[in-house]
């Protein structure tokens, strides 16, 4: 099985500071033909560099707005950091103009 990424670039500045949404695409194997959606490149609110986000749900408790994450690493918590650099790489690529997307 394959994963490559998909860049897609937030030309409507809404919300503000969202700068793509990105997918991972898969090939081959038990996943062909699918894709994972929800991850988003954002730039930082204090001007120093982007950030990655992964697909999460919200939830109310009391009023107060709570999210948790759809995908968590079993083990290893660099696998999520792992991940987001492939992200945010492929988005930088896409950014300077290269249209390959990065595989995972």
């Known amino acids: 099985m394959h994963a490559y990424v ?3 670039p937030n030309d409507r500045s809404v919300p503000a500071g969202k700068l793509a949404d990105v997918e991972l695409h898969f090939a081959g194997g038990e996943l062909d033909g699918l894709k994972l959606i929800g991850f988003a490149v954002w730039a930082r609110k204090d001007g120093g560099g982007k ?3 992964f697909p999460a749900r919200q ?6 707005r709570r999210h948790y994450s759809l ?3 079993v083990e ?3 696998a999520e ?3 987001k650099d492939v992200l945010l790489q492929a988005f930088l ?3 300077a103009g290269s249209a390959e997307g990065a595989t995972v």
């Open 93 to 95: 690529a896409h950014e």
């Open 81 to 83: 950091k792992r991940l």
């Open 51 to 53: 950030n990655v986000t």
């Open 71 to 73: 995908l968590r690493s």
């Open 76 to 78: 290893d918590v660099q």
């Open 6 to 8: 998909k860049v897609v």
């Open 59 to 64: 939830f109310t408790v009391h009023g107060e």
